[in-house]
Each structure stands twice: as C-alpha cells, then as structure tokens.
C-alpha cells in the first residue's frame, strides 16, 4: 500500500506534525524508473560535443545592444571594439554571457510557472494522477528524450522539475563574475538552457492539459471570441491577465457552480486567456500582450486578476486612476500590496470596492474564486455610474490633438519609430485614417506618453481616435489543442521526411511586429496555401485570428486543425510551443524508429538533417521568446526573427560560401558527404514580411529530402521569391541535385539558366544534367553530424 | 532673403532616444564630408534597405550604382532595384554582416571583402544593432547616409527631415 505525501496527526500526540517528504510502500522504497539512454538527464557539459558541432557551421554572431558591462564593481568597463573589461572578459563573450542571461531568464519564468502549477495541481489532484494527452503513447517526447524516463502521472514531473531547477542555478551560476570567459562555452550553455526551457514547458502544459481537461490533441477543438470588439460591457467586465491559469480556473468553477457566465464577461489577455478558453469555451480572449495597456485605458474592466509574465509593471498607477482593483494570486507580481489571504472575503470586498486598497494578494484560490465574481459585480456599477475611462471625450480629443507642436519627441521615443505626429496633425484636422492604421502598429507601450512636452496622454488619444477599427477586431481563434497527437504522426510523418508535405512553419512567440498584427495572417495564410503546416501558439496564435477574409471567415475556419499538410494547428499558449518542438521528436520516433530515450544528440541530428521544420518569432519581445528560440536551435530547428531580433545580441548564422562547414557523415558507412547549406541558418532575423516568406521556405530543406521533396520546396522558394522579392533566387541553383528536383512548370527554362548562367552540363536530349550539381541524389543516404551513428565508424 | 544652409550635423541624437550604445558614438558629418568619405574608399559596399526603392532615394541608389559602388539589396529592397534596372544582389542583412566579418570572405564579386560600408533605406532599429555588429567586431567603416542618426556608425547624417534628407543625399551623389 503507498502512503500519499502530505499531513497527518498521530493520536495521542497533541500539535504533533510529521511532513512526509517522499512516497513509500509496504516498508521498501518504491520502485523509481531507471532512465535509459545515452545522456539522460544531461548536465551542462554532457552535450556540449553536439552544440560544438553547430557552433561551428553556425557561428554566433553578435550585435551589441550595449556597448559596455557593469556587471561588477570593477566597472563600467568599455568594451566597445572587443576590447576586454577589468575582469578579462572580452566583449565577444560578454555579449555571449548576455544573451545566455535572457535564455536562462526566459526559461526560468517557464519552470518557475510550471513548478507553480505542478505544486498546486498535485495538491488538488494528487500525484498520482494520470497524464492524459490524447490518443498517445509518446506522452511526454521532451521528457523521454531529455531524461530518459516516461511519465506516467502528474507525480513523475517533479525530479523533472528538481532537474530543470538544478540546471538553471548552475548555469546562472556561471555569469557570475570569474566564472567562463569563453563565448564558445556560454553559447553552448545557452543551449542548454534552452533545452531545459522546453523541457520545463512540456510540463508545464501536459499537467493542466491532463488534470483541467484542456483539448487533447484535438483537431475540432472549439473556436473562441476574441478581440476587444467582442466584450459585452454592458455586463461587469472580469479580466485575467497573465501566462498561469491555476488561480483563474477556481473562478471558472465558481462561476459554473453559480451561473455566473450570463452575467459577468470572464475575459482574457495574454496566454491566461489562451489557457482559459482551453478549460472553458465560455472565456473570451481580448487579444495579445500589446493591447494590455490600451484595453486598461479604455476603463471597460471591472476587476483585473493578475497571475505572471507579461504583465505590465506600471499596473497599479493605471489601475488606481481607474478605480479598477488588482487581485494579484501568484509570487512573482506582488506589487507592494498588502497580503489578504487570510482575511475574510467580505472585508476584502469592503476595502477594493471603496477604493480604500487599489488590489490585493491572494493566494487562496478557494477564496480568489468566490472573491473574483463578487467583487466585480459589486464594482460595475459603481464605476458605471462614474463613467470611469482614460479615453478623452469627442471635444477634448480635438483639444489634446490640436496641443501637439509637431515637435518629434513621441517619434523618437516610439521604439516602432511611428509618425504619431503626423497622425496628430490629420486628427487636428478631423482626418482619423492616420490614427486607425497607426493603432494596429503600436505595441501599446506608452513610451511616447513620456516624451511629450506637452503631456498629451497620446496612447488615449490613439484609441479614441481608432474606436470605429477597434469596435471591429472581432475574431475567432481555434482553442489550443495541445500535442499532435501519434496517430497524426503516423499519417504525416512519411510525408514531412521525405519532403512531400514541404515543411512545417511555426509561427509563434510575442507580438512586437515591426508592421502590424497583419503580417502574420498574410505569411500564415501565403504558407497554409502552398499546403506548409502552419503551427501556431500565443500571441502570434490570437492576431492570425484577427483577420477575415471576403466571406468573413478567419484562417481558423477556413483551414483543418489536424496536423497534416495544409492545416493550421493552435497548440495553445506560452508554454504549449513545447509540443511543437516534441512534434519533431515523434517524427523520428514514430516514422523513423529513433530510441529516443536519453538520446538527445541522435534526435536533434535527425531532426535537424531531415524534417523541414522551421520556427518564425516574428514580434519576439521578451527573454522567453529567445529562450524557445534556442531550444529550438538545439533540437535542430532554425528560427527567424524579426527585426527588432538582433536585439538579443546573438543570431546563429551558416556561410553557405565556405564548403568545408557542410559536410556530413553518410550513416551507412561514415563517408564524408559535402552536401547544400541546409538549413542554412539557425537564428536569424529579416527586415520584412516580403523578405521573410522566400526565407521559410529556403530554411525547410534538408539534406535527406527527396526528388520529389526537394522539387516541391524548391518550388516554393522560387515561387516566393519571384512574387516577394522579384526574381529568382541567387542561389536556387544550390539546392539542385539532379534535374528531378526542378519544378515540373519550370523545368527546361531553368535547365537552360543551370547551362547558361551556371556552366552545368545538359543532355538535352534527355533533359538530364550530366555535370554541375555538388552532389548527386542518393535515395539511401543517411545524412549524419554525428559519427559515431556511422556505422562501423567511431568518433 | 538668403537660401537657408542645409546642415545634416543637427539634431544627431539616436532616434531611438534610448539607443545610446557607449563611448563611441557616431561623428555627425555634413553631406559633402560623408560624399567626400565614400569617394576615398577603396572597396566600398552599398547596403540598401527596403525602403532604398522608396521615391526619391532610388535615385540616390541608381546614381551610386552608376558611379560604380556595388550595392547589397537587404529587406526586399531588391525588388524596386531591379525594376529600375539597378545592379544589385539580395542578401539578408543579418548574414551580410556576419559575411562582413569573415576575413574569408571573397564578397560578390569574389575580389574579397568591403572597406567602407555606406547604409542607406532601412528600418532604423534594425540597421542600428546590426550596425553594432560590424563596429565591435571589424575594422569596417560604417556610414549612415540614412534619415536619422545612427550612432553605430562611424560618421552619420543628424536626423532630418524628408526634404532634407533628399537633398542631402544629392550632395552626397555630387561628391562621387
């Protein structure tokens, strides 16, 4: 019989408490999973010989955002040209030793959530409760992968967890002052920490996707509201702010238990809300983490709760003005108020709905589930009646438009650069447009606010201005399913290896776009039709559903939710991009019959040597975006930026110009094998949506592709490049290997372009090319980095 | 009443107010000086972001081509390039310049790397930290003959506005 952690009062010993701190049974200690693999559960140094080999093709590459390090009391030290500090590191590796700082900031901030909401889901739940993630048997491909063991209940998570926390602290260790001085070694530790994020994420996701009954690789998982046109404020308005579900879900049950949902607007912002809509479709999304201030401003909320990441700091001085009270439920936001915890429900509401507290902790979700919807019923009409909001009536918008002097000051200080007075000027004028396609490229910062002379509360007047847009963003995001589920593996698997489905494209992470929310529908939907998965998540995942087409249908309800070639999949919020790394690893599983258990180096090569995937952050902001990125990186999966990208200092970028970095192993017997630059960078960065749609479908050729893979990717790529950037591309020549791997439309022209224009050698006769290619199609190969794979070869 | 003296020295401060990298910063430099710098380089590069194919400055690029400055198309810039019969490669900026910093790296014309790097048509934030790139880690020179001041750079225009700013870069042109 085993005895479940927790409490327990032995009779006769008065005030007497003994914790028990592990599970035992019938007097031994339970049986623990032995993990299998090569490097199960690796330490820092243990796959460093595999991140060397991708260091060496991809060279980090860095862009200072600052050009000097304070770090210690010997400083500041310039380091401007690559000079070396008072400590003796140079700038190459301090640049390196930042950009593992925000990896290991990004990672932190996943397993801290999912340390969170595994300590209160095992306290609500038990540790013994059983993952269930859908029609699967690979549950948990990071986990089996990374620590070579195979959960099977919510319970096996935790030494997970107590592995990911043990490797952050000794990787945060080593920025330390006096500790590596080498950039080659913190990059390699970036990796790391990157690894370790998505390990950190996969938990994160399968626990509440296991115990709050989140979709389970559900393909026809329902579609959600969202947009801030779709909040009913003639109901009290309850928003959640955050990335942790855990607190949200008791007022769910609340509100369930109480038939509450007619009567309060339960609605969402950031990935809570993802999460939110994923345990019940009766949530509401108001949209990505960019329109949190500006929704703030419109006054519409009654109650905010706030759990962690990507909440505004400035919260409480905006709330406060707005007479809207905080309920902050988790550590790691506190904001200076006072801990009600303990206090009895009423009182709470007596202090935040007089205004005599702006917000409260609480960390009794029993109580911040009651609290919640009382609170915010109590609160609507009392600042209804008020008529509270930011946003300036009709004749002082005229006002605060007509006071700007044009001077400048709000452009410079836009980190878009955005011509906010020339919209000011036009509004001056009565002239509206200018502020309406303004307000979708503001990220909602409210740096300009600051920088007006005139004190013009400018982020107000952006929204009244683009009122009539705003009462428009209604859309429909498909809830998030979770994993691709094996079955889904099984059927797709084959084509994505060998190149027939031309890859897949995950558009993921935050929405700081250089260009509005826009461009990420028009590159989702360019890709869904030349029949790429598109993967999605976050943010990213609520802008493509803010867009229609003719028939008013969002990309959710045009395209299938199942992975397969010409689908769009949601797999959920922040924490849920673990899947589609994890999708990677069940390919080789699955198709390939990879052990990947503890065997991390082998997967990564062949995910990297053969499956087309492709990561695209294209308005990454935060450390977790760049630490996602790096997982990715090391798993083999190449990533794009946008263009505020280079400012996480590192991009990891090939040089198809040098040979000798591409060269690979034929498995079958360890013959060196010089093949194309592919994929051609891991991490890199692009200026445009025009430039970048040519550069996704470059970065999903493999060296293992197949005749026909390789011509339908090499399709693709010419085919985008003509429409985006004009013209073939300079190198598509590169990518062919017989004349089987030219477009079928387009053969014989660019058979006379290879001749022409190249010097290769043509039967034209035949229409075969008899000399040119660097390499020939061989069906058999089994392109490898790594040696020892090879057979009968050892490293 | 006289004609008023263009000075592109004015107003050099990061247009980003916050981009203020370290002790060294851009010179703020005149048009006839920044034209007078580009003429004296030996192996200079072009670099045309995308909005280089906007109206007026594709002029500026054209001419530059014609005077014999290769030119690098990053964004996609290499559209309008083309169209207006420009001789110009596409290339990724963020590859260009980690390229930039291979001394084994034979350029376009395989004759080997660039000593002077004129940019010219991009987003702003972007060129600034791939700026930085090539300011820590080369001995490049770098020349924003851009809009706003690029502290990054070795010598840059102060920020201007649009009429300007087009007369500035005819100055610059006149210089070659």
Same mark, same amino acid.
Request: aromatic letters at 6%.
């Given at each position: 019989?085993?005895?479940?952690?927790?409490?327990?009062?032995?009779?006769?010993?008065?005030?007497?408490?003994?914790?028990?701190?592990?599970?035992?049974?019938?007097?031994? !200690?339970?049986?623990?999973?032995?993990?299998?693999?090569?490097?199960?559960?690796?330490?820092?140094?243990?796959?460093? %010989?595999?991140?060397?080999?991708?260091?060496?093709?991809?060279? &980090?590459?860095?862009?200072?955002?600052?050009? +000097?390090?304070?770090?210690?009391?010997?400083?500041?030290?310039?380091?401007?040209?690559?000079?070396?500090?008072?400590?003796?590191?140079?700038?190459?590796?301090?640049?390196?030793?930042?950009?593992?700082?925000?990896?290991?900031?990004?990672? !932190?901030?996943?397993?801290?959530?999912?340390?969170?909401?595994?300590?209160?889901?095992?306290?609500?739940?038990?540790?013994?409760?059983?993952?269930?993630?859908?029609?699967?048997?690979?549950?948990?491909?990071?986990?089996?992968?990374?620590?070579?063991?195979?959960?099977?209940?919510?319970?096996?998570?935790? $030494?997970?967890?107590? =592995?990911?926390?043990?490797?952050?602290?000794?990787?945060?260790?080593?920025?330390?002052?006096?500790?590596?001085?080498? !950039?080659?070694?913190?990059?390699?530790?970036?990796?790391?920490?990157?690894?370790?994020?998505?390990?950190?994420?996969?938990?994160?996701?399968?626990?509440?996707?296991?115990?709050?009954? +989140?979709?389970?690789?559900?393909?026809?998982?329902?579609?959600?509201?969202?947009?801030?046109?779709?909040?009913?404020?003639?109901?009290?308005?309850?928003?959640?702010?955050?990335?942790?579900?855990? @607190?949200?879900?008791?007022?769910?049950?609340?509100?369930?238990?109480?038939?509450?949902?007619?009567?309060?607007?339960?609605?969402?912002?950031?990935?809570?809300?993802?999460?939110?809509? *994923?345990?019940?479709?009766?949530?509401?999304?108001?949209?990505?983490?960019?329109?949190?201030?500006?929704?703030?401003?419109?006054?519409?909320?009654?109650?905010?709760?706030?759990?962690?990441?990507?909440?505004?700091?400035?919260?409480?001085?905006?709330?406060?003005?707005?007479?809207?009270?905080?309920?902050?439920?988790?550590?790691?936001?506190?904001?200076?108020?006072?801990?009600?915890?303990?206090?009895?429900?009423?009182?709470?509401?007596?202090?935040?709905?007089?205004?005599?507290?702006?917000?409260?902790?609480?960390? %009794?979700?029993?109580?911040?589930?009651?609290?919640?919807?009382?609170?915010?019923?109590?609160?609507?009409?009392?600042?209804?009646?008020?008529?509270?909001?930011?946003?300036?009536?009709?004749?002082?918008?005229?006002?605060?438009?007509?006071?700007?002097?044009?001077?400048?000051?709000?452009?410079?200080?836009?980190?878009?650069?955005?011509?906010?007075?020339?919209?000011?000027?036009?509004?001056?004028?009565?002239?509206?447009?200018?502020?309406?396609?303004?307000?979708?490229?503001?990220?909602?910062?409210?740096?300009?606010?600051?920088?007006?002379? /005139?004190?013009?509360?400018?982020?107000?007047?952006?929204?009244?201005?683009?009122?009539?847009?705003?009462?428009?963003?209604?859309?429909?995001?498909?809830?998030?399913?979770?994993?691709?589920?094996?079955?889904?593996?099984?059927?797709?698997?084959?084509?994505?290896?060998?190149?027939?489905?031309?890859?897949?494209?995950?558009?993921?992470?935050?929405?700081?776009?250089?260009?509005?929310? *826009?461009?990420?529908?028009?590159?989702?939907?360019?890709?869904?039709?030349?029949?790429?998965?598109?993967?999605?998540?976050?943010?990213?995942? +609520? %802008?493509?559903? +803010?867009?229609?087409?003719?028939?008013?249908?969002?990309?959710?309800?045009? =395209?299938?939710?199942?992975?397969?070639?010409?689908?769009?999949?949601?797999?959920?919020?922040?924490?849920?991009?673990?899947?589609?790394?994890?999708?990677?690893?069940? #390919?080789?599983?699955?198709?390939?019959?990879?052990?990947?258990?503890?065997?991390?180096?082998?997967?990564?090569? =062949?995910?990297?040597?053969?499956?087309?995937?492709?990561?695209?952050?294209?308005?990454?902001?935060?450390?977790?975006?760049?630490?996602?990125?790096?997982?990715?990186? *090391?798993?083999?999966?190449?990533?794009?930026?946008?263009?505020?990208?280079?400012?996480?200092? *590192?991009?990891?970028?090939?040089?198809?110009?040098?040979?000798?970095?591409?060269?690979?192993?034929?498995?079958?017997?360890?013959?060196? #094998?010089?093949?194309?630059?592919?994929?051609?960078?891991?991490?890199?960065?692009?200026?445009?949506? @025009?430039?970048?749609? $040519?550069?996704?479908?470059?970065?999903?050729?493999?060296?293992?592709?197949?005749?026909?893979?390789?011509?339908?990717?090499?399709?693709?790529?010419?085919?985008?490049?003509?429409?985006?950037?004009?013209?073939?591309?300079?190198?598509?020549?590169?990518?062919?290997?017989?004349?089987?791997?030219?477009?079928?439309?387009?053969?014989?022209?660019?058979?006379?372009?290879?001749?022409?224009?190249?010097?290769?050698?043509?039967?034209?006769?035949?229409?075969?090319?008899?000399?040119?290619?660097?390499?020939?199609?061989?069906?058999?190969?089994?392109?490898?980095?790594?040696?020892?794979?090879?057979?009968?070869?050892?490293? | 009443?006289? &004609?008023?003296?263009?000075?592109?020295?004015?107003?050099?401060?990061?247009?980003?107010?916050?981009?203020?990298?370290?002790?060294?910063?851009?010179?703020?430099?005149?048009?006839?000086?920044?034209?007078?710098?580009?003429?004296?380089?030996?192996?200079?590069?072009?670099?045309?972001?995308?909005?280089?194919?906007?109206?007026?400055?594709?002029?500026? #690029?054209?001419?530059?081509?014609?005077?014999?400055?290769?030119?690098?198309?990053?964004?996609?810039?290499?559209?309008?390039? /083309?169209?207006?019969?420009?001789?110009?490669?596409?290339?990724?900026?963020?590859?260009?310049?980690?390229?930039?910093?291979?001394?084994?790296?034979?350029?376009?014309?395989?004759?080997?790397?660039?000593?002077?790097?004129?940019?010219?048509?991009?987003?702003?934030?972007?060129?600034?930290?791939?700026?930085?790139?090539?300011?820590?880690?080369?001995?490049?020179?770098?020349?924003?003959?851009?809009?706003?001041?690029?502290?990054?750079?070795?010598?840059?225009?102060?920020?201007?506005?649009?009429?300007?700013?087009?007369? !500035?870069?005819?100055?610059?042109?006149?210089?070659?």
């Amino acid at each position: 019989m085993s005895i479940k952690k927790g409490r327990f009062t032995i009779e006769n010993l008065e005030n007497v408490q003994i914790n028990i701190g592990s599970v035992v049974s019938s007097g031994k !200690a339970e049986e623990k999973e032995i993990p299998k693999g090569l490097t199960p559960a690796p330490e820092i140094h243990e796959l460093r %010989d595999w991140d060397l080999k991708l260091l060496d093709r991809y060279e &980090a590459a860095y862009s200072p955002v600052c050009d +000097m390090c304070c770090y210690c009391t010997y400083g500041k030290c310039d380091l401007t040209g690559n000079k070396e500090g008072a400590c003796g590191i140079n700038m190459e590796a301090h640049q390196a030793r930042e950009a593992m700082l925000r990896t290991l900031t990004g990672a !932190a901030a996943h397993s801290g959530h999912g340390r969170h909401l595994l300590n209160n889901l095992i306290e609500r739940f038990g540790a013994d409760y059983p993952i269930d993630v859908g029609p699967s048997d690979i549950k948990a491909p990071l986990t089996q992968t990374i620590m070579g063991i195979k959960p099977e209940t919510i319970g096996d998570f935790v $030494p997970v967890l107590d =592995y990911v926390e043990e490797q952050l602290t000794q990787l945060l260790a080593t920025t330390h002052m006096g500790q590596e001085g080498s !950039a080659i070694d913190f990059e390699s530790k970036a990796l790391h920490a990157g690894m370790v994020d998505h390990l950190g994420m996969e938990v994160s996701d399968i626990i509440q996707i296991s115990c709050l009954d +989140m979709p389970k690789s559900q393909e026809d998982a329902p579609l959600a509201d969202v947009g801030m046109g779709i909040i009913d404020s003639t109901k009290p308005v309850l928003l959640c702010i955050g990335h942790n579900v855990a @607190a949200v879900t008791y007022i769910m049950d609340y509100m369930e238990e109480h038939d509450l949902f007619d009567k309060i607007e339960l609605v969402g912002l950031c990935c809570t809300a993802h999460d939110m809509t *994923r345990v019940n479709d009766k949530a509401k999304i108001v949209g990505s983490v960019s329109k949190q201030l500006k929704y703030i401003r419109s006054g519409i909320p009654d109650l905010i709760i706030v759990d962690e990441q990507c909440v505004r700091a400035d919260m409480m001085r905006e709330t406060s003005k707005l007479h809207i009270p905080v309920i902050a439920t988790n550590d790691k936001i506190m904001y200076g108020l006072p801990d009600r915890t303990k206090d009895d429900i009423d009182d709470i509401i007596r202090d935040l709905s007089s205004g005599d507290q702006p917000g409260a902790l609480l960390f %009794d979700y029993e109580k911040v589930g009651e609290l919640a919807p009382k609170l915010v019923m109590k609160m609507a009409p009392i600042r209804k009646e008020k008529g509270i909001t930011a946003l300036p009536d009709d004749d002082e918008f005229k006002k605060l438009a007509s006071s700007c002097t044009m001077c400048g000051a709000c452009v410079i200080g836009c980190p878009q650069g955005l011509d906010i007075d020339k919209a000011m000027e036009a509004a001056a004028g009565g002239d509206l447009t200018l502020f309406e396609e303004l307000h979708d490229k503001c990220v909602g910062c409210g740096r300009c606010e600051f920088d007006c002379p /005139k004190s013009i509360p400018i982020l107000n007047v952006i929204e009244k201005a683009a009122q009539k847009v705003i009462r428009e963003e209604k859309g429909k995001v498909r809830t998030g399913r979770g994993q691709v589920g094996d079955p889904e593996i099984r059927e797709e698997g084959v084509n994505l290896v060998l190149g027939t489905t031309p890859g897949i494209v995950a558009i993921v992470g935050c929405p700081n776009y250089p260009d509005g929310s *826009r461009d990420i529908y028009d590159i989702a939907e360019e890709m869904l039709k030349r029949s790429y998965i598109v993967v999605t998540s976050g943010c990213s995942a +609520m %802008d493509i559903g +803010m867009y229609k087409d003719d028939d008013g249908k969002t990309l959710y309800e045009r =395209y299938g939710g199942r992975f397969l070639k010409g689908n769009l999949l949601n797999t959920g919020s922040c924490v849920s991009n673990a899947h589609i790394s994890a999708t990677t690893i069940k #390919v080789a599983a699955i198709f390939a019959r990879r052990d990947i258990n503890g065997n991390f180096e082998e997967i990564a090569d =062949y995910v990297m040597n053969r499956i087309g995937a492709v990561g695209l952050a294209w308005g990454a902001y935060s450390q977790k975006a760049l630490s996602i990125g790096t997982g990715c990186n *090391r798993l083999g999966i190449p990533v794009v930026l946008g263009p505020h990208g280079p400012k996480y200092r *590192r991009a990891y970028l090939g040089k198809p110009y040098d040979k000798d970095k591409w060269n690979l192993f034929d498995a079958r017997n360890g013959s060196v #094998v010089n093949v194309e630059p592919a994929p051609e960078h891991m991490l890199i960065s692009a200026e445009t949506k @025009a430039e970048v749609l $040519p550069m996704l479908a470059k970065l999903c050729f493999r060296p293992g592709d197949n005749n026909l893979g390789r011509m339908i990717k090499l399709t693709h790529y010419i085919e985008l490049s003509e429409k985006y950037l004009g013209a073939l591309p300079d190198d598509w020549h590169v990518y062919v290997r017989s004349e089987a791997d030219l477009p079928l439309a387009k053969r014989e022209e660019l058979l006379k372009k290879l001749e022409e224009e190249h010097g290769w050698k043509i039967d034209w006769d035949k229409k075969k090319i008899l000399e040119g290619p660097a390499r020939k199609v061989d069906v058999s190969f089994q392109p490898t980095n790594v040696l020892r794979l090879c057979k009968g070869a050892s490293e | 009443m006289a &004609a008023k003296v263009l000075d592109t020295t004015k107003n050099a401060v990061p247009f980003d107010r916050a981009n203020v990298p370290g002790p060294k910063i851009a010179k703020a430099v005149k048009a006839e000086v920044a034209g007078k710098f580009i003429s004296k380089a030996k192996r200079p590069l072009l670099i045309v972001g995308t909005a280089g194919g906007d109206d007026g400055v594709i002029d500026v #690029v054209k001419s530059m081509a014609e005077k014999g400055i290769p030119v690098a198309a990053t964004g996609n810039s290499i559209k309008r390039l /083309k169209e207006e019969g420009i001789d110009a490669t596409y290339v990724n900026l963020h590859a260009l310049v980690s390229y930039l910093k291979d001394p084994n790296w034979k350029g376009f014309d395989g004759e080997g790397g660039y000593d002077t790097t004129i940019f010219l048509g991009h987003t702003y934030y972007y060129a600034s930290q791939l700026m930085s790139t090539l300011k820590n880690f080369t001995k490049i020179k770098i020349i924003s003959i851009d809009r706003h001041y690029h502290p990054n750079a070795q010598q840059s225009f102060g920020n201007l506005k649009p009429d300007d700013f087009l007369k !500035a870069l005819d100055v610059v042109v006149a210089q070659l």
